[in-house]
């Protein structure tokens, strides 16, 4: 014998198919899940990898930062040093002395002109007047330096 048609019973065939179309669904399901799951996991990715480098960028921008403050801050004490070298200096040679006492006469004179310029309260000494008087301290102040 030789089976040359087998058809099966209507109703086997409408849940063979059920079965099928069941099958097939539930893969799509699943795919689409699997689908949206990856890119919910790129998505964090990208966000932990976007802070991470804005993190780093910060990071860098204030080392780099603290490094101009030292290095503006070493220029100024070098500059600084070296002012107070050379009138250290300039006092030991001939009418230096007096050079410096001129120079601070000045700047005392420049100083209470800006301050009295402004409206700021001040407190000045009893004896403005004695200009030659508070120079002569600063003075002294300078020579004991020495």
């Not at 040359?4 to 099958?23: C, S, V």
């Amino acid at each position: 014998y030789e089976i040359k048609d087998l058809t099966p019973p209507q109703e086997t065939l409408r849940a063979m198919q059920a079965q099928i179309t069941a099958e097939r669904e539930k893969r799509a399901l699943i795919a689409q899940s699997e689908g949206k799951r990856q890119e919910q996991i790129n998505l964090a990715e990208g966000e932990r990898s976007a802070a991470i480098a804005a993190s780093e960028g910060e990071r860098a921008a204030a080392v780099n930062a603290a490094e101009g403050e030292a290095t503006a801050l070493r220029l100024v004490a070098d500059a600084t040093a070296d002012a107070i070298a050379k009138v250290a200096s300039s006092i030991q040679i001939p009418g230096g002395y007096e050079a410096v006492n001129l120079k601070v006469a000045e700047r005392y004179v420049d100083a209470f002109e800006k301050l009295a310029k402004t409206n700021n309260t001040m407190i000045i000494p009893a004896n403005t007047a004695d200009v030659a008087g508070m120079i002569t301290t600063a003075m002294s102040v300078i020579k004991q330096t020495k």
